[in-house]
């Protein structure tokens, strides 16, 4: 079956940067698209990033963009997160997910998901 394993989150001070790994098993990983979504206290989980088979094509929410760069090795079954200037906002547990096409679109449904790695950033 699919697994996914985060790994990589901490405790962190504002302005910080953190580098979350998501190592996947069980599927074919250069096929699909993958994402980072994550959920704070008492909040819905959000999107945060996801990109396509190739790499070549990547998203991002608006309250990350231009801070977190998502990116892949294929050869490796992993999809990363760099999270640089990090804001205490930023504080979650973030969760890696697997579509079941190759490409993202805003809504797309993830079928797989992964245990979560705590995020904290202090102020």
């Known amino acids: 079956q699919v697994q996914l394993v985060e790994s990589g989150g901490g405790l962190v001070q504002t302005g910080g940067s953190l580098r979350l790994s998501c190592a996947a098993s069980?599927?074919?990983?250069?096929?699909?698209?993958m994402g980072w979504f994550r959920q704070a206290p008492g909040k819905e989980r959000e999107f945060v990033a996801a990109?396509?088979?190739?790499?070549?094509?990547?998203y991002y929410a608006d309250s990350v963009k231009g801070r977190f760069t998502i990116s892949r090795d294929n050869a490796k079954s992993t999809v990363y997160l760099q999270m640089n200037s990090l804001k205490p906002e930023d504080t979650a547990v973030y969760y890696c997910?697997?579509?079941?096409?190759?490409?993202?679109?805003?809504?797309?449904?993830?079928?797989?998901w992964g245990q979560g790695t705590q995020v904290t950033v202090s102020s």
């Open positions: 069980g599927r074919t990983f250069s096929d699909y698209a």
């Open positions: 990109i396509s088979w190739s790499g070549l094509s990547t």
């Open positions: 997910a697997m579509t079941s096409i190759s490409y993202y679109y805003t809504g797309l449904r993830f079928d797989y």
